[in-house]
């Protein structure tokens, strides 16, 4: 009998050395999605559910009109059809469409309309809830956040497209967490991560001249600052993103843009000691903005405990 014992505390030390079961990762998962619904449920994403795919398909088959396509890329606008306007799931997408909407993304000799309208087709997919499965496609070419670093070097239109798409993906869990991915890839001999290039279009959008622009960049900085993660995730990118608040403040936005400002300013103030001393260094003072409105007091106060 005690040699059975023994038998029985060997295999389980095997086990335990082994690592977790793969029910027990799947339990561990569920639970932390869970628990990211319970926080989403109090800070719900800001997402722009006014766009219509039909409508968005439309422009983006008219706008091809012009452009030789190949039959396997015709293919994959039958494909998107099949997604945006006839309701498919996102198993109807092969493996080629991101290729193609990477092509037309970084292809200089296609049309700014036909990116806007593709852009646009794809801020309309991001609403729905297997975008994530599509996203997975793009894990070895990256052409979505290679084009989206670019931001900078793009016609206005392209950038607002872009900021929507990206501003809209974090109406899923799965999705938001592809935005925040922290490993490295090569992006033309640099190494780039999906969060770097997620905080590339947030600060650039947030600071932009352009009213509309800047509109869904507060919006996604909100987004980026409200979700939770590990604080890894925002070690390389908290300073830029509290930077950007910073010189955004400076502007005195008004009330909208200013509540996303400070609440997103709290949050990241949460995550990084550098962000109060950043606050009490650089500014402007939070504290004179209030009396905005209630909502903007209760996140200043919450600066301002970490404000020393």
């Known amino acids: 009998m005690a040699e059975a014992v023994e038998t029985a505390s060997s295999a389980h030390e095997e086990l335990s050395r082994a690592g977790p079961s793969s029910e027990a990762l799947e339990l561990e998962a569920d639970e932390r999605r869970q628990e990211e619904q319970r926080k989403r449920d109090r800070d719900p994403p800001i997402v722009y559910k006014d766009i219509d795919g039909t409508v968005e398909f439309e422009k983006f088959s008219k706008a091809l009109e012009g452009v030789d396509?190949?039959?396997e890329e015709?293919?994959?606008v039958d494909e998107l059809q099949q997604y945006l306007v006839h309701g498919e799931g996102s198993w109807v997408l092969g493996d080629d469409f991101l290729l193609f909407i990477g092509r037309l993304l970084n292809d200089d000799s296609v049309s700014c309309e036909v990116r806007v309208s593709a852009l646009r087709c794809l801020a309309a997919a991001a609403l729905r809830e297997?975008?994530?499965?599509?996203?997975?496609?793009?894990?070895?070419?990256?052409a979505l956040?290679?084009?989206?670093?670019?931001?900078?070097?793009?016609?206005?239109?392209?950038?607002?497209?872009?900021?929507l798409f990206m501003c809209n993906l974090f109406e899923n869990i799965s999705s938001s967490e592809w935005l925040l991915y922290i490993s490295e890839w090569d992006s033309n001999g640099q190494p780039l991560s999906n969060i770097r290039a997620t905080t590339k279009v947030?600060?650039?959008?947030?600071?932009?001249?352009?009213a509309e622009l800047r509109e869904v960049g507060t919006a996604l900085m909100h987004n980026i600052a409200t979700k939770e993660v590990k604080t890894v995730v925002f070690d390389e990118v908290?300073?830029?993103?509290?930077?950007a608040l910073l010189q955004l403040l400076q502007w005195a936005p008004g009330e909208e843009q200013l509540?996303?400002?400070?609440?997103?300013?709290?949050?990241?103030?949460?995550?990084s000691q550098e962000v109060p001393q950043l606050v009490a260094l650089v500014?402007?003072?939070?504290a004179a903005f209030r009396g905005t409105s209630p909502r903007v007091d209760e996140q200043i106060d919450l600066i301002m405990q970490k404000v020393k």
């Not at 908290?238 to 930077?243: N, P, Q, R, T």
């Not at 509540?259 to 995550?271: D, F, G, S, T």
Request: glycine fraction near 2%.
């Open 69 to 71: 396509l190949t039959p």
């Open 74 to 76: 015709r293919q994959c």
């Open 130 to 142: 297997d975008v994530s499965l599509v996203l997975h496609q793009d894990r070895r070419h990256h």
């Open 145 to 163: 956040l290679t084009h989206a670093h670019r931001i900078d070097t793009r016609p206005l239109p392209e950038q607002q497209a872009l900021a």
């Open 202 to 210: 947030c600060v650039h959008a947030t600071l932009s001249e352009d």
């Open 238 to 243: 908290c300073v830029e993103l509290a930077m």
């Open 259 to 271: 509540h996303r400002a400070v609440k997103a300013l709290a949050r990241l103030a949460q995550h």
């Open 283 to 286: 500014g402007p003072d939070p």
